[in-house]
């Protein structure tokens, strides 16, 4: 299991060039690649989306890539002839100005801004990929890496709080059974209180007690948190992400609290599935991590 948060960093350098690459992955329901590199190399983004979706499922991943000339490099200068040429056509005219010839020499074309410039080499894609690769699978193992650690500790969070609902779900079926004899004595309290004598074995309450067993009856709801819990467990182990299926089992788990909640008509019960719902909720936040 992995988490969607993570980060990778890796490089790569041969006699052309050297690429350095940062990986950077959030939380998001589908996945989503955002490359940042040189407009010369915009031609590989998808490739670089490509290989990055083999190792991701869920989240937004930014791709940072810099790219450097290398040792072999040849730096490239560039000349404006236009601009050398008005600027000898100035000189010239300042000559015929003061009265007598100024030609410009090679320092003054040079000390000129723009006329000769200085560049890097030009960035070929697919040598840039020669290095760009390397580089991207180092920082994927980086990023892969982390975002397992940190889904390990979800993972244990996980468990150890799944015990927690397995312990209220425990609760409440240890105390069902003693509903329906308090339910007996409340009934006929108030029906003594209110000033009616009804007999115990009356054949009145005890269809009353039947109806009143029946509405709140909990057992399926008990046998479905009890499916639930394993196959929250089979995902946790699960090779494939189990992000999504994982919030699905979340709102049934809320699900079938709530409806125990609801059925149960009792205040123990009632505290136990406020913190069981509690619980869940708990579960839920960290499950928009999971990949």
Not at 118 to 145: F, H, K
Not at 152 to 165: C, Q, T, V, Y
Not at 172 to 193: E, G, M, N, S, T
Request: hydrophobic share 40%.
């Amino acid at each position: 299991m992995q988490s969607m948060t993570g980060f990778g960093r890796g490089s790569a350098t041969n006699e052309l060039w050297h690429a350095e690459v940062e990986l950077s992955s959030v939380n998001r329901k589908q996945a989503e690649v955002v490359v940042q590199a040189p407009r010369e190399i915009a031609e590989l983004e998808g490739r670089i989306r490509k290989e990055v979706l083999a190792f991701v499922s869920r989240g937004r991943v930014q791709v940072a890539i810099r790219i450097e000339p290398g040792q072999a490099a040849t730096p490239k200068a560039r000349v404006d002839a236009v601009l050398a040429k008005a600027f000898h056509e100035a000189f010239e005219e300042l000559g015929k100005s003061v009265g007598h010839p100024l030609r410009p020499e090679a320092a003054d074309y040079l000390r000129q801004p723009g006329i000769v410039t200085l560049g890097g080499s030009e960035i070929d894609a697919e040598q840039a990929w020669l290095v760009i690769e390397p580089a991207l699978a180092e920082a994927l193992r980086g990023l892969v890496a982390m975002r397992r650690a940190e889904g390990g500790h979800l993972k244990a969070d996980f468990i150890e709080r799944l015990g927690n609902l397995a312990g209220f779900a425990q609760t409440i079926a240890d105390d069902a059974p003693q509903r329906l004899p308090r339910q007996r004595v409340q009934l006929h309290k108030r029906l003594r209180d209110a000033g009616i004598e009804v007999d115990l074995n009356d054949e009145r309450l005890i269809k009353e007690l039947a109806l009143f067993a029946d509405r709140c009856d909990v057992s399926e709801e008990l046998t479905r948190l009890d499916s639930h819990f394993a196959k929250f467990r089979e995902y946790l182990e699960a090779e494939d992400a189990p992000g999504r299926a994982l919030d699905f089992l979340c709102q049934e788990l809320f699900r079938e609290f709530n409806t125990i909640g609801s059925k149960a008509n009792d205040a123990g019960i009632a505290q136990t599935i406020v913190e069981a719902k509690t619980e869940v909720e708990k579960i839920r936040e960290q499950v928009q991590n999971v990949e």
